[in-house]
């Protein structure tokens, strides 16, 4: 392409410009010339002129940018002003084609070629990230729980039967999803071990029986849950021929969580593995990445979305991606890591200081302190008033225990990929607060 352009450049001005212009030009393509040539997620990050050129010219590929097209059709790309099209950076077709959402779109050259890279660098990225027996992967503009209900649906179909056995998470998503399939739930009950809510494996084997279509698991959630031992119910999948689908929702920035994962798919039967691209890869609300060991059952995936698909999350994915590159998403990992360390220590003087104590729980995310000593919902609205987003404040019954009955009110507050140290001292500081006015006022009361 550029010696094409030297040719046509040539005599228009001296030589010597014209090749150190070029070699400038060539350097500031160089990545997007990499990535055509290695389809892989590059150590360093793009700047966002590169990313916005990229997007640009594949996007002006698509037939609705053909300034001699006549386009009659219902679905040509038609848009009520150039900000909405803006919003989706001109891949107004969308991508996929009705009954087969990663086919190519005959109006969508660029299109195409985007969810092509978006959903290879969405594997390079899985599995360098710690799960490198992964097959394929595809990014869906959905978010988690309908994802996971459309995993769900190709292990219905492959099965035959219509119950999904589901270690209780309190999370109206996936159930949702898993419902609107046409899947019974079928929910394991969890127990209290000290501060841990788990479900026994035991018990996940009593509830598959020959009616079971489908175990979906869980890898993240907010304490006391705990992560699924899904190592062991992959192994209980492979030993009863039951398909196994992860809800992996914002596990891919926890090395510990990954290394769970990939312990699974190492042991047993994992079928599918399902994360947020905005938990993860720090994207707006709105996709999912599915990968799976077995490229088929992604491919059965892909075919089971119904219609087109906006383009819109697949390109921010893309866009995320290439922009964070594995050096910088290595970093942010680090800093997750240092940050939830930050929040022990920090969460652990302000339970000292009021007579409470942090929950004995494995999550490498989020912690949580005891509320014995204080009306929680009332430590839930101050913190609201303070402007501290994100925590989430129980009685020992309410829904998001994942149990029957915790042994006292709690609060759990999150370090996850993002956030800032100041983020978690400012939270710190906030919640010190919260509790030293929730005495005042029901000594007042």
Known sequence: ???????????????????????????????????????????????????????????????????????????????????????????????????????????????????????????????????????????????????????????????????????????????????????????????????????????????????TAVIVSTTTFFPPREPDDVKAIAKLAAEHG??????????????????????????????????????????????????????GFVEKVSKMYAGRASAAPIIQFLAAVLSLGTVKYEGLRREQESNRRLLSEKLQKVADAHGERVLKVFNPIAAGMTLKGFDAKRVGHYLYNLRVTGPRVLEPTDFGTCCRRYHSPYITINAAIGSSAKDVELAMNKLDKALVQSKKTRARS
Request: aromatic share 4%; with cysteine.
């Open 1 to 211: 392409m550029l010696s094409e352009l030297e040719k046509l450049l040539k005599g228009t001005i001296p030589d010597s410009v014209l090749r150190r212009g070029l070699l400038v030009l060539r350097a500031r393509l160089k990545p997007v010339h990499l990535l055509f040539e290695e389809r892989r997620v590059p150590e360093e990050g793009w700047d966002d002129e590169i990313i916005d050129f990229l997007l640009t010219v594949l996007s002006m590929m698509d037939t609705d940018k053909d300034p001699d097209s006549a386009r009659i059709g219902e679905r040509e790309a038609r848009v009520a002003s150039a900000l909405v099209g803006e919003l989706a950076h001109g891949f107004c077709h969308g991508v996929g084609r009705s009954g087969h959402v990663s086919a190519v779109q005959p109006k969508a050259a660029g299109g195409s070629l985007a969810y092509y890279y978006a959903n290879k660098l969405a594997l390079d990225m899985l599995q360098r990230m710690g799960l490198p027996g992964l097959k394929a992967a595809c990014v869906l503009p959905l978010a988690t729980g309908m994802a996971v209900g459309l995993s769900a649906c190709v292990a219905r179909d492959l099965t035959g039967q219509r119950v999904a056995v589901f270690p209780r998470v309190d999370h109206v998503s996936p159930v949702k999803g898993l419902e609107l399939v046409g899947l019974r739930v079928k929910t394991v009950e969890s127990e209290v071990c000290g501060d841990a809510v788990r479900v026994p494996v035991q018990r996940v084997a009593d509830a598959v029986d020959k009616d």
């Open 242 to 295: 039951v398909p196994h689908v992860i809800n992996n929702a914002y596990g891919v920035q926890s090395r510990e969580i990954m290394k769970l994962i990939h312990g699974a798919i190492c042991a047993g039967r994992v079928d599918a593995i399902v994360q947020s691209t905005d938990k993860n890869f720090l994207t707006p609300v709105g996709g999912t990445i599915v990968a799976s060991p077995d490229a």
